[in-house]
């Protein structure tokens, strides 16, 4: 696969799930703790599941705004993007993960507001990242 890079970052986290992440210039920097339904203390601490929530349906709404601009229509300002991450052992051993994106594009008919997300679900690099390999819901609000 080829890729034509146009930004990277880089993040490091240090200790874990209870441990702490920052990113190279410093604009992400959180502690992390593992939630009880995991086995740990759940902390005061961010975990690997909420920043994965927060990318990727900021990311989402990237992918809608150029699904827009493709379909030509215009995405409202409140436009809003909730991703509900779920973590647990697989079947086939290991640990997986779910997502469910609840799409709110308010004043956009429904059938349009539809397309929309369809196509946003081909352009967003996340959606491409998890495709095969992790269950993406896609839901109307």
Do not use: W
């Not at 150029?66 to 030509?72: D, R």
């Not at 997986?96 to 349009?112: M, Y």
Request: hydrophobic share 40%; aromatic share 4%.
């Amino acid at each position: 696969m080829s890729i034509d890079v146009k930004y990277s970052t880089n993040a490091t986290a240090t200790g874990g799930r209870d441990g702490h992440a920052r990113s190279d210039d410093g604009r992400i920097d959180v502690a992390l703790s593992t939630p009880k339904e995991l086995g740990g203390a759940g902390g005061e601490g961010s975990n690997p599941e909420q920043l994965f929530a927060a990318g990727y349906s900021a990311c989402f709404i990237g992918a809608l705004k150029v699904a827009g601009q493709q379909l030509k229509v215009k995405i409202p300002d409140a436009v809003a993007v909730s991703a509900t991450v779920g973590i647990g052992p697989r079947a086939a051993g290991g640990f997986g993960i779910t997502t469910d994106l609840t799409v709110s594009l308010p004043g956009v008919a429904r059938e349009t507001a539809e397309r929309l997300v369809e196509t946003a679900h081909q352009i967003c690099p996340y959606s491409n990242a998890t495709r095969g390999n992790v269950d993406v819901g896609l839901t109307l609000a």
